[in-house]
């Protein structure tokens, strides 16, 4: 054998070695990426909840400030039917925000008004927020 196919052979076989290396242990990356997956998939099933006892949480919390129909009441809350804010949160995203709420004076807040902790009602249970943020994104145009 020449001397350059002796080389040609050494270089493919590092270079199989080292592409072996680099990529790691299939195994645990596929393991991993399932895992993560799947974690997922729970947080997105733990924050989907029943928009008809939404509608109904809704109707004796949230709609002191934002109304019955969601537009929002002046000076008050805002119109949760058009707002970007909802579009743009996730369901977990939201059910945390409702659990903490915004202060007045949070650069954020564009209205200047407080959203109280669970809308004001401590009683809410973070499934009863679950089901009000469901509700609020089937009239979230």
Do not use: W
């Amino acid at each position: 054998m020449s001397v350059k196919k002796i080389y040609l052979v050494l270089s493919i076989i590092i270079i199989a070695f080292l592409s072996y290396q680099c990529g790691g242990d299939n195994k645990n990356d596929n393991a991993q990426t399932k895992e993560n997956k799947m974690k997922t998939n729970d947080d997105f099933r733990k924050y989907v909840g029943n928009p008809v006892l939404g509608k109904e949480y809704f109707m004796k919390t949230c709609v002191a400030c934002h109304g019955a129909d969601a537009k929002g009441l002046p000076k008050l809350g805002k119109d949760l039917t058009t707002s970007q804010f909802i579009k743009d949160k996730t369901n977990k995203e939201l059910v945390e925000y409702v659990e903490v709420g915004r202060l007045p004076s949070d650069p954020l807040n564009t209205t200047g008004i407080a959203m109280p902790p669970k809308g004001g009602n401590p009683a809410l249970t973070e499934k009863e927020i679950i089901d009000i943020v469901s509700y609020v994104r089937t009239i979230n145009k």
